[in-house]
């Protein structure tokens, strides 16, 4: 007998045994037997009929079925084939599912079912190898691997985006340098630029603007550094001419005795970062006297260092000295206008108005004065016909106005330039006088309260008010941050979307509530949060860019995100074991780079944590946030007490591991929609005795993941995960 025929015996003898175990009630026995007759097709349908569809996608596959393989595979992974798959043969199935279609030609049903099973990387890679570079970078950038992306936008012949993901790269790892040169490859030159300043290469930043046509930034940069000569070419490019000859102006006035020239070398510097150099800056212009030639130029520039500095009311009387009984000309115009931007920040709208129209009448298009001139105009008709205040219209007078008017309110005489005879608007420079640019006199100032033509002094107007929620709207801070609407109010800040008109970027700006700025303690705390987040440089913390005192205010400018807080998330319920892995993952990163900076959050919770649409997380508000070794509030309860670790309750040291045990909080949360623990003092007592509540009886919580998180909630510190880093390896051992 030959072996052909022996295995057409073996064949039968499969199939009839195949037959009896059929009849015995053993379906699957059956159809393994009829597998190993090499009768795939029938095996195929007994494993699917019966339950077993990864067998049968098996079998489909063998016989070059992919399509119909990968049909099976997805019912399995979907349950309704009746057999519940470990999470390890869950990535498998989903993976090889993806392989399946897209060898049968379905490349975006590979990807749609990579995707619903959370294997993003896979299915880039998959659209990589076949060859659908474009589609592969975007996911990609999605999942946050931009050395792929970067990889793959090469092999597409992309080299700016291949530039843009490698600068990203490097940036997210604080190499800001080598980001900037990434991003001015790429031509994203407004990048380039705000990286090179972060970094502190001030020259490289100028260049970068210079070599993006960024005149105004470029020759604020070189400005800064004090290469007047290439910050008026800049102008020059810019098409600002007059501009240009008025920066040189002041250097060619400052060699007489070189006053002015220190002083701007030391702002130079002091804008560079070494901030106790701004007072001797100051001394240095305050030295300049009023016969010199440069007199003028040097109040001017200390009316700017003065506003830089938060005081607002400081810089007005030194702008209002130099129009005393001075006829303005062409060289007033940068003090005019800056006296107009700041009494406009400060609600004198009447005296902004008349300020702006002057810069006008000699130069129409200095700056953004037009647009200024609109906006006030707008002010009047919808303040018209209200009671005198700062931002009241005021009707013209046929007379010249020398001092404030005893027969007005002191709010509407302080800011006022009234119309001179015979006119009703568009003032000429040939008709002004030094009379009209008084100001609301500080009561400090040589001549506060005074008539030029007056033996007696009058009442001084009222210092206004801090500027009320509506109209910090238009406000511009360090001059570059427009505020434009606000988006949300906290118990003692309010912040607004504003625009950063050097980088062209919405950024957010909190703002202490005015109420509350002349509580030293309330102010220590709002700069303290500021300069610990300034501390954090990570993808999903918010960035601060900036933060100080200006124009009356307290603010911190940082990164706008636009996400909802992960407290809106959960009130539709608990997230999806998947999503909730992947949001904790981020937040865990986000705490690693926090504890990295050698700082404890201590307030880990849901509206703390913002979430995007695309599940991008960023964490937020270091309020009661401290350095690791700040035992200053030690023996105090700080944090939520809802989330808050059992030696976090009691008073006692803290460390990272006191974060960890937030965290889990945040987690079992998010994966049940309530936290473990209320939020009384009575519960606060029961927490420390007893261990938290299990995650409850439910199939999608994996024994791996209920000890995962019974580790990050114990009670003692010594039970939990000792870093950031080991939670993180951990949820991604839970992922895989």
């Known amino acids: 007998m030959n072996p052909a025929e022996l295995d057409d015996e073996r064949i039968e003898a499969l199939r009839a045994e195949a037959s009896m175990r059929l009849r015995e009630g053993a379906p699957l026995v059956a159809a393994e037997l009829l597998a190993q007759a090499q009768d795939h097709a029938e095996a195929a349908a007994l494993f699917e009929e019966h339950g077993d569809a990864i067998r049968a ?5 063998e016989m070059g079925q992919n399509e119909r393989a990968a049909d099976l595979l997805v019912k399995a992974l979907a349950g309704s084939s009746g057999r519940r798959l470990s999470a390890a043969a869950t990535t498998r199935a989903c993976r090889k599912a993806g392989e399946l279609y897209a060898h049968a030609g379905r490349v975006e049903r590979a990807v749609q079912v990579l995707r619903w099973g959370g294997e993003l990387e896979y299915a880039a890679q998959l659209l990589a190898d076949t060859g659908r570079l474009v589609e592969a970078q975007r996911l ?6 931009l050395l792929a992306a970067a990889e793959t936008a090469r092999k597409a012949g992309d080299l700016a985006s291949h530039h843009r993901f490698l600068g990203k790269r ?5 190499r800001l340098g080598e980001a900037a040169v990434h991003f001015q490859e790429a031509g994203e030159h407004y990048e380039a630029v705000r990286l090179f300043e972060l970094a502190g290469d001030w020259t490289k930043a100028a260049e970068a603007a210079a070599r993006g046509q960024l005149w105004d930034a470029a020759s604020r940069l070189y400005e800064r550094m004090g290469d007047l000569e290439r910050a008026a070419n800049c102008l020059r490019s810019a098409g600002r001419p007059h501009d240009a000859e008025r920066l040189l102006g002041r250097r060619r006035r400052s060699t007489e005795d070189g006053v002015l020239t220190e002083a701007v070398a030391l702002l130079a510097e002091a804008r560079a970062g070494r901030d106790e150099l701004y007072e001797e800056a100051v001394t240095r212009l305050r ?15 200390l009316g700017e260092v003065l506003t830089e500095r938060g005081l607002t009311q400081e810089a007005l009387t030194v702008l209002q000295e130099l129009f005393l009984g001075v006829a303005p000309t062409p060289a007033h115009v940068p003090a005019v206008y800056q006296y107009g931007v700041l009494l406009e920040r400060e609600g004198y709208f009447a005296g902004a108005r008349n300020a702006f129209r002057t810069v006008a009448a000699f130069e129409p298009g200095y700056r953004d004065v037009t647009r200024r001139l609109a906006r006030l105009r707008e002010t009047d008709r919808s303040t018209f016909g209200s009671s005198p205040g700062r931002g009241s219209s005021i009707v013209a007078r046929p007379m010249v106005f020398t001092g404030p008017d005893p027969g007005r309110s002191p ?16 003032l000429g420079p040939s008709a002004l006088t030094s009379d009209l640019f008084l100001a609301p006199p500080s009561a400090s100032g040589p001549q506060a309260g005074l008539r030029k033509d007056a033996t007696q002094p009058v009442a001084p107007p009222r210092r206004p008010s801090t500027p009320r929620r509506d109209e910090l709207i238009g406000t511009v801070l360090r001059s570059r941050f427009l505020l434009e609407r606000r988006v949300g109010r906290g118990a003692q800040a309010k912040v607004y979307l504003a625009r950063d008109q050097v ?5 957010a700006i909190k703002v202490l509530d005015e109420g509350l700025q002349p509580d030293d303690a309330a102010l220590g705390r709002f700069l303290r949060e500021a300069r610990l987040a300034a501390r954090v440089r990570h993808p999903n913390c918010i960035s601060i860019y900036d933060f100080g005192q200006e124009a009356g205010l307290t603010f911190i400018a940082m990164e706008f995100f636009e996400g909802r807080t992960l407290r809106k998330w959960l009130e539709k319920g608990p997230l999806e074991v998947r999503l909730a892995l992947r949001i904790a993952r981020d937040v865990a990163a986000a705490l690693a780079a926090v504890h990295e900076a050698g700082i404890l959050h201590r307030d880990v919770k849901p509206t703390n944590v913002l979430v995007d649409a695309e599940a991008e997380v960023r964490l937020t508000d270091f309020g009661v946030a401290r350095f690791v070794n700040d035992d200053s509030g030690q023996g105090m309860m700080v ?15 803290t460390d990272a591991r006191a974060d960890v045990f937030s965290f889990g909080v945040l987690l079992h949360e998010m994966l049940v929609g309530k ?22 009886d439910d199939p999608r919580y994996s024994p791996q993941l209920r000890a995962f998180l019974r580790r990050c909630l114990s009670l003692e510190p010594e039970g939990r995960p000792g870093s950031m880093l080991e939670l993180i390896q951990s949820i991604d051992r839970l992922r895989s």
Do not use: C, W
């Open 675 to 696: 936290a473990p623990f209320g939020s009384t003092l009575d519960a606060l007592i029961e927490r420390v005795k007893r261990p938290p509540p299990e995650l409850p």
């Open 503 to 507: 980088l062209d970027r919405a950024v």
């Open 57 to 61: 996608a098996q079998l489909q596959a």
């Open 170 to 174: 490097d940036e997210q790892s604080g």
């Open 140 to 145: 990609f950038v999605e999942v946050g691997n």
């Open 287 to 301: 030295q300049v006297p009023s016969e010199s030639s440069e007199h003028l130029a040097a109040r001017t520039m």
């Open 411 to 426: 709010e509407e005489t302080g800011p006022r330039m009234p119309t001179m005879p015979g006119t009703t608007s568009d």
């Open 639 to 653: 944090g939520t007490m809802r989330y808050m670790a059992p030696e976090q309750a009691r008073g006692k040291e």
